[in-house]
């Protein structure tokens, strides 16, 4: 079997095609590289083809099926070394999966309804940029408010999501830049059986897999055609929540592909649970808070943005997960969690979790961070208890 079945990028299936057919130091020679940098590669595939179970100079040649890795194998040998028997164990493979999932809707979303660019506000302050952190949003979510304190259900989180935003819009100056910051959980169901991705907790949802896309993608929409016509340029970063892991991912392919046309409108698609935005001398984080704690994000910003550490003055981390605001003073770097105008669920409700809904704007200064803030309660959207 040729290791090119198992490459990922089109550079590993040149110089593995050339390897196969030259060795090494022939592929290094028609590449005009060093063949240290081949055999590099050919580890690095290899390493990928064995966990898919093909490992022939080890007796593994039982492939995995796609989605799939090699958790062990176990291999009985006869008196003269040769192998009589093997067992092969596999487990799913989540990264994998992510990948095919990522291909089934990019090639879905080729279909989507291009949006027409609109005409950009004529005044705008280039010196202030409006971040819209939306917390836990759990579109799909269902709750009786008998059982838990308030009703959420499909119909009530597009009116509650798209009715805040809207008043949040409305109450920012015209900044030049905008950025929406999907903190997470912006879905509730990871799947069709209605359960999160890594626990497999089953969960109370409202409607079908496919509605509760179609929701998510309309309110959405709504946010950003409310942001264009305040703002001149509006990026949307959809943050990877442990409730929606693969649908994020989902959600910011259809966006990409329906804004394409719309060069006032970026949308973020860095698969990373970290994500990050500079404005002169403001560095933002954003994560959902489930794979990092508060206190390893100052380090987790510094790691991964050095030269932005150095240039900016004013960082944050803006995270979810925990449903509640909270902040928190680390050496160069606040973190703060925000709250989320979704109900409580019938879980949430019987642990005694209790927090203010609410969704905010706020306003950062090029050279001074932050300066001001506006929040809209839950009790300000209209027709929503």
């Keep these: 079997m040729s290791l090119l079945e198992f490459c990922q990028t089109d550079r590993q299936r040149e110089v593995i095609s050339l390897y196969e057919e030259h060795g090494a130091s022939g592929a290094a020679k028609v590449l005009g590289i060093?063949?240290?940098?081949?055999?590099?590669?050919?580890?690095?595939v290899k390493g990928i083809a064995a966990k898919r179970g093909h490992a022939p100079e080890f007796d593994m040649t039982k492939k995995a099926p796609e989605g799939y890795a090699i958790r062990g194998t176990s291999t009985l040998y006869d008196a003269d070394g040769k192998a009589k028997l093997q067992w092969v164990k596999t487990k799913v493979d989540a990264d994998a999966q992510l990948a095919m999932m990522r291909e089934v809707v990019e090639v879905m979303a080729e279909d989507v309804v291009r949006v027409e660019p609109m005409d950009a506000p004529e005044h705008?302050?280039?010196?202030?940029?409006?971040?819209?952190?939306?917390?836990?949003a759990h579109i799909g979510q269902l709750s009786w408010g008998?059982?838990?304190?308030d009703d959420w259900d499909l119909h009530i989180a597009?009116?509650?999501?798209?009715?805040a935003f809207v008043r949040c819009v409305n109450t920012a100056p015209a900044c030049d830049e905008a950025v929406i910051i999907n903190l997470g959980d912006f879905?509730?169901?990871e799947n069709m059986e209605g359960t999160t991705q890594r626990s497999g907790h089953f969960l109370d949802t409202d409607g079908r897999f496919q509605k509760m896309a179609a929701v998510g993608v309309k309110i959405m929409r709504s946010?950003?055609?409310?942001?264009?016509?305040?703002?001149?340029?509006?990026?949307?970063i959809n943050v990877l929540g442990n409730h929606d892991e693969t649908a994020s991912i989902m959600l910011s392919v259809c966006l990409a592909n329906a804004y394409e046309n719309e060069p006032r409108v970026t949308i973020d698609d860095s698969p990373s649970v970290f994500n990050y935005v500079e404005f002169g001398k403001v560095l933002i984080g954003a994560h959902h808070g489930h794979t990092a704690k508060a206190e390893k994000l100052a380090g987790v910003m510094a790691a991964d943005m050095p030269e932005a550490w150095g240039r900016t003055k004013h960082r944050t981390w803006m995270t979810g997960h925990i449903h509640h605001a909270s902040t928190k003073e680390y050496p160069g770097v606040y973190v703060e969690s925000f709250a989320t105008l979704a109900a409580k669920d019938a879980y949430a409700a019987s642990g005694g979790w209790r927090s203010r809904r609410n969704t905010q704007?706020?306003?950062f200064h090029k050279e001074f961070g932050e300066v001001e803030r506006h929040t809209i309660d839950i009790s300000m959207i209209g027709g929503v208890k």
């Design 158 to 163: 597009e009116q509650t999501l798209c009715g």
């Design 223 to 236: 946010m950003i055609a409310a942001a264009l016509e305040r703002h001149k340029r509006v990026r949307v």
């Design 187 to 189: 879905y509730h169901r």
């Design 146 to 149: 008998r059982e838990s304190g």
């Design 124 to 136: 705008t302050d280039s010196d202030l940029m409006a971040v819209y952190p939306i917390g836990d």
């Design 361 to 363: 704007c706020i306003v």
């Design 34 to 44: 060093n063949d240290t940098n081949v055999r590099k590669t050919v580890r690095r």
